[in-house]
């Protein structure tokens, strides 16, 4: 009973999860509609998360484990950058951060291929971040807008990989298995640098 009521969680999360993300990524930065689908995706997404936390460890499935942290990673991450554009890190930042560089190395060490390509955008991630808050805390001079190109580049980080387990449990499929894995990162990233770009642009124009 307990799986199932963590199942019908983790599905449904999912599904807003997925809803809410479109309707922010499509819809004007800073606007009410943003704003509103924001905060859904958050709390949809942290939801996703501990329910595929919680799963893994109900089945012994690593994998799934790996991929709910990693998840939590990104969009715990791309929520505080507009909460803290400081980005100077609290004790639970520098938690979450090695919590998410400890999943990389994980994934990268387990030689499983799909885990290695999420493990290796982990680690980068990670590091990233290691150095962002070296420098918020020493109060020196950080690259311009880097508050607003984390919280794109981890937010739709963490859309990609919601949208790529949605795939895997729906379409079944042993011939084309990877690439119904990596197809969404390799679409998602070159939309993450665009949008990046777009909006680092435009950074008096957006409230967040």
């Not at 009521?5 to 800073?30: D, E, R």
Request: charged fraction near 10%; aromatic fraction near 14%; glycine fraction near 6%.
């Amino acid at each position: 009973m307990t799986y199932q009521i963590a199942l019908l969680i983790h599905i449904i999360s999912g599904f807003t999860a997925l809803t809410c993300g479109l309707f922010a990524i499509i819809a004007p930065k800073g606007g009410r509609l943003h704003l509103i689908s924001g905060k859904i995706y958050f709390i949809a997404m942290l939801l996703v998360s501990f329910s595929a936390v919680f799963i893994s460890l109900l089945k012994h499935n690593s994998f799934l484990l790996h991929i709910g942290i990693f998840a939590f990673f990104m969009v715990y991450s791309g929520y505080r950058s507009i909460k803290n554009k400081s980005l100077k890190p609290m004790l639970l930042d520098w938690i979450v951060l090695f919590l998410g560089l400890a999943n990389a190395v994980l994934m990268l060490i387990s030689l499983k291929t799909i885990l290695m390509v999420f493990g290796l955008i982990g680690v980068y991630l990670s590091l990233s971040d290691f150095r962002l808050f070296v420098l918020a805390t020493g109060n020196k001079e950080m690259p311009k807008n880097q508050w607003l190109i984390r919280h794109i580049g981890m937010m739709l980080g963490a859309y990609i990989s919601t949208f790529t387990a949605f795939l895997v449990v729906n379409i079944q499929s042993e011939n084309y298995a990877y690439l119904i894995w990596l197809m969404p990162t390799f679409i998602g990233t070159p939309l993450i640098v665009f949008w990046t770009m777009k909006y680092t642009r435009k950074t008096k124009s957006i409230h967040v």
